[in-house]
T-cell receptor, first 114, second 113 residues
């Protein structure tokens, strides 16, 4: 119930391509879904986040697509660049009225080849 | 604004010793979260604290681990009698409140030898 399942575990994309990472959850009480980017030796940094009242959110080259009925959400990175090579984590939170703790997926290591 | 400061960045302890990890939240942030990241895994929630209070410690191991966030000074995660399985990266995050996004620190990488 508290798990967030993320796939794929690793991803290789050519420069300029689209990177797609998927996550699925079970707990319908989750109401905040952020994506974090982590470079080696660094802490995770918030990339983009969505709440379940919208189906899509776009910020620059990064888009979250959210399917409430399927309990799935995904991150799309358009025009992928070598500088995007990092580990990406999806997460979910019970949000408002709760402690705000995040449940993280297992992570996806993205490599963008020049 | 220096961000969330964690120290030390790297910590090596022998089995049985104590590890003390420190976290100074961002200015104006009074909420602190600790997470643990094992190699090749995602982050696992450990504890959520506000000044002088532990709000949620549902992710803390029952023994040897403790956390505090005193009125003055940094938040401390303390691990007593460390074992090899405690080797991990420990991340602290701070926020203005439960409904605000987190800012993570760069972590403390604990190695138990």
């Amino acid at each position: 119930q508290q798990q967030v399942k993320q796939s794929p575990q690793s991803l290789i994309v050519q420069k300029g391509g689209i990177s797609i990472i998927n996550c699925a959850y079970e707990n319908t009480a989750f109401d905040y879904f952020p994506w974090y980017q982590q470079f080696p030796g660094k802490g995770p940094a918030l990339l983009i986040a969505i709440r379940p009242d919208v189906s899509e959110k776009k910020e620059g080259r990064f888009t979250i697509s959210f399917n409430k009925s399927a309990k799935q959400f995904s991150l799309h990175i358009m025009d992928s660049q070598p500088g995007d090579s990092a580990t990406y984590f999806c997460a979910a939170s019970l949000g408002s009225g709760n402690t705000g703790k995040l449940i993280f997926g297992q992570g996806t290591t993205l490599q963008v080849k020049p | 604004n220096a961000g969330v400061m964690q120290n030390p960045r790297h910590l090596v302890r022998r089995r049985g010793q104590e590890a003390r990890l420190r976290c100074s939240p961002m200015k104006g942030h009074s909420h602190v979260y600790w997470y643990r990241q094992l190699p090749e895994e995602g982050l696992k929630f450990m504890v959520y604290l506000q000044k002088e209070n532990i709000i949620d410690e549902s992710g803390m191991p029952k023994e040897r681990f403790s956390a505090e966030f005193p009125k003055e000074g940094p938040s401390i995660l303390r691990i007593q009698q460390v074992v090899r399985g405690d080797s991990a990266a420990y991340f602290c995050a701070s926020s203005q409140g439960q409904n605000y996004g987190y800012t993570f620190g760069s972590g403390t990488r604990l190695t138990v030898v």
